[in-house]
């Protein structure tokens, strides 16, 4: 699952070079279909028991190699999560004491652990960069937290990577230790297929299929690229409807300082 996981963080890092579309094509990828959100549109919103199906898939599949560096534990409580869930996800990992915290070192320097608290960001799979590479075959996983903000329209190609694995087509040559994808630029990925029916077993008992785990995971994706999404859309919404109130407001007013024009 550790190499599978490394190179579905490489497949999605190249294509971060490269953006959705034509980009795709011009580099013999498929564009990949517009799939429709929850989000989508002005009025759009986060659809809570997707995103906590999403935060499971990370959890139990992706969170072995990658990490989500912007979101701290608090921040699940958004998503629907009650704060003693939180308190309970945050203490099934351990984080290094601070200075402040009974902060003293083993005798062979390294520093005692704590479990994680809600107010400590998600744990990295990894201590640092250099030992991310040293399990991964050099390779670094990269930072999920903003991955659907790549490009526009990358949310559709984070799903479609997802679920474009298919068997070659007759005559295509796949090298030895490649996978066909159907979305991935030259179809060659050196990713196995991440995610398999009932690869994991929801919480809320929703049948977990590929496409039913690629959409909850990037959904869940989508909200970490930009948790503040629905109220940048509230006050959107406000701003629009004061506008318009205050524009009703200078016709009337013109109107009045001119009636004795007419």
């Known amino acids: ?26 580099v013999g990828g498929t564009p990949p279909p517009s799939q429709q959100w929850s989000t989508d549109g002005f009025f759009g919103a986060f659809d809570r028991a997707q995103l906590k199906r999403g935060y499971q898939v990370f959890q139990e599949i992706c969170s072995s190699c990658h990490s ?39 005798e062979d320097g390294e520093p005692i652990m704590r479990k994680a608290k809600p107010f400590d960001k998600i744990v990295n799979p990894f201590a640092n960069d250099n030992a991310a590479r040293a399990a991964n075959a050099g390779a670094l996983p990269p930072d999920l937290s903003l991955m659907t903000k790549a490009r526009p329209g990358f949310a559709d190609y984070v799903y479609a990577l997802m679920v474009g694995y298919k068997d070659a087509p007759e005559g295509f040559k796949l090298q030895e230790g490649m ?69 009703a407001m200078l016709y009337a007013v013109k109107r009045q300082v001119w009636s004795d024009q007419h």
């Open 68 to 106: 989500i560096r912007l979101i701290y534990y608090r921040n699940l409580q958004e998503i629907g999560f009650t704060e003693d869930e939180v308190k309970e996800i945050a203490a099934e990992f351990e984080v290094p004491a601070g200075p402040n915290e009974d902060g003293e070192t083993h």
């Open 179 to 247: 996978s066909y994808n159907e979305y991935f630029p030259g179809h060659q990925i050196a990713m196995g297929p991440p995610l398999s029916d009932e690869g994991v077993e929801y919480a809320d008992g929703t049948k977990a299929t590929v496409d039913q785990m690629a959409r909850d995971i990037t959904a869940f994706l989508i909200w970490t690229a930009e948790p503040e999404l629905e109220e940048r859309k509230r006050l959107g919404v406000k701003v629009l409807i004061f506008l318009l109130v205050f524009t």
């Open 1 to 26: 699952m550790l190499k599978k996981s490394m190179f579905s963080a490489i497949a999605v890092l190249l294509l971060v070079s490269f953006g959705t579309g034509q980009a795709l094509a011009s």
